[in-house]
């Protein structure tokens, strides 16, 4: 059965571009809604509510003014007549307002406040919005809730994470009342607790992509040491020693060559926390222990990690494809190919290019595979051991075609000096060894001493705890004893 509440509000006519509301019918038993303010979140507000079978009040100092912006179904009457009629009011004017509303403190005595607005900067101190107008109304139910929602949101309907709406409050009668409304008009309701917690759901919406600051900034360092070390070595050594100009090779060739071996260093920081997580769990015996804290930040950021890889392997494929349609590239090609015909083609050669290509191609598809599943809606149409076995198993696989990748392109130039430029290896030498310690840390873990060990840590053994006794004599291990695993 569709969703309705997923659908958008306003649907166009067949005739032209005007728009009009669905048609909606109020629900006799559902309290009567008012709403502060009238701007554009006031606006969608009322919209999603009338097309819930809410009945709406709108409360404006000017209602003259803005009586065409609203649903015909909701009445736009004065601030006073509006939080008399309510049973429920939406606070939507700005915090800093907040105080011209304290003549309507006898007309809004017992009743439910929600506070939708936001800070204009990140705190950490408070009071929240939310508290202060707690302060002005002390007879009222202060709900924090639906500043996480985006007047576009409220339009057009929720979809995946816009769905949850972040509620707190000291009463848990008017929350429950606001997570009622929440459920009626499309969204899940997620309650953080009491009127405190309203500080950091007003900090939300500010946050610029918090859990991708730490892999944006490694993804940054990465290329940029990369970038600098190809850079000396196919740059800046044929300038020095052999007086040749190669500083056109800087925005392509030497590109292309520091982006994958960022995305394998960074597929390999995707699957290197879950080997440290196991191998501490090995160590200390349960699975009960917290990791610490780098450890606990590094698991939650795995997904934002493997799509940095991915982005880094997709721009690496697209920059290899523009390789032959450089001017500097024809030359080369053309120089290429005639010494190869003068020489003849080496079986060693061709077999080298053929597995390095195909090889890649099956990585940057099962990259792909994992990319497209980390995605929510997705995700949520697979239950956990498919999601487990596609990013961790498929994971384990673009990892090693991706090192395989790597492994065909060097070939044996690590074993050649004139490779070692200044005495710096080759580059892909540096790029193999996380992968190395990653892949060998996974076949360690697969030994079945130590999968066996594992594997009851995580259904919940602890060696520590665990009881000695002795069977009865009767039983049949004939009084021997044993151990049990809980």
């Not at 990653?438 to 697969?446: D, K």
């Amino acid at each position: 059965m569709p969703d309705e509440m997923s659908r958008s509000l306003i649907q166009e006519r067949g005739d032209g571009g005007a728009r009009h509301l669905e048609d909606s019918v109020f629900d006799p038993s559902a309290p009567v809604i008012g709403i502060l303010g009238t701007g554009d979140f006031s606006r969608s507000l009322a919209r999603r509510l009338v097309a819930s079978g809410y009945q709406v009040v709108v409360g404006s100092r000017t209602p003259t003014h803005f009586v065409a912006l609203f649903p015909e179904d909701a009445e736009v009457t004065t601030q006073l007549e509006a939080a008399n009629k309510a049973d429920l009011v939406f606070v939507a004017v700005y915090p800093e307002h907040h105080s011209t509303l304290v003549d309507l403190k006898p007309a809004l005595a017992g009743k439910t406040l929600v506070d939708v607005s936001n800070s204009l900067c990140i705190s950490q101190k408070g009071p929240s919005n939310a508290e202060l107008l707690a302060d002005y109304f002390p007879e009222s139910s202060v709900v924090k809730g639906f500043n996480t929602i985006s007047a576009w949101t409220l339009q057009m309907g929720a979809r995946d994470r816009g769905r949850q709406v972040f509620l707190c409050s000291n009463s848990q009668k008017a929350k429950n009342t606001v997570k009622s409304i929440c459920r009626r008009m499309g969204f899940i309701p997620v309650d953080m607790g009491l009127l405190s917690s309203s500080l950091e759901i007003e900090n939300l919406p500010l946050y610029l992509f918090p859990s991708w600051r730490l892999p944006v900034i490694c993804t940054l360092f990465l290329f940029i040491f990369f970038y600098l070390y190809n850079f000396v070595r196919d740059v800046l050594h044929p300038f020095i020693t052999e007086h040749k100009g190669a500083f056109y090779k800087m925005p392509i060739e030497v590109v292309n060559v520091t982006l994958p071996s960022v995305a394998l260093v960074m597929l390999a920081l995707v699957y290197l926390p879950g080997l440290f997580a196991a191998f501490l769990q090995l160590w200390s015996g349960t699975k009960y222990n917290r990791f610490p804290n780098w450890l606990d930040r590094w698991l939650t950021t795995r997904k934002q990690l493997g799509l940095c890889s991915f982005l880094c392997a997709v721009l690496h494929a697209v920059y290899s494809l523009c390789l032959p349609l450089r001017k500097s590239a024809r030359f080369q090609l053309i120089n290429i190919a005639y010494e190869k015909v003068k020489m003849g083609v080496e079986d060693e050669d061709v077999w080298r290019m053929e597995l390095y290509l195909s090889v890649g191609i099956m990585a940057l598809g099962l990259l792909s595979l994992l990319a497209v599943t980390s995605l929510p809606s997705v995700a949520s149409t697979i239950n956990w051991r498919e999601f487990s076995f596609i990013q961790s198993t498929l994971g384990y696989c673009a990892l090693f075609m991706a090192t395989a990748h790597t492994l065909f392109y060097g070939w044996n130039r690590a074993f050649v000096l004139k490779q070692y430029r200044f005495y710096m290896p080759p580059t892909f030498v540096l790029v193999l060894v996380l992968p190395f310690v990653v892949l060998l840390g996974r076949v360690a873990l697969c030994l079945p001493c130590v999968a066996g060990q594992l594997r009851k840590i995580r259904r919940g053994w602890e060696r520590n705890r665990h009881i000695r006794f002795i069977l009865p004599a009767e039983d049949c291990h004939n009084g021997m004893e044993d151990v049990s695993n809980v």
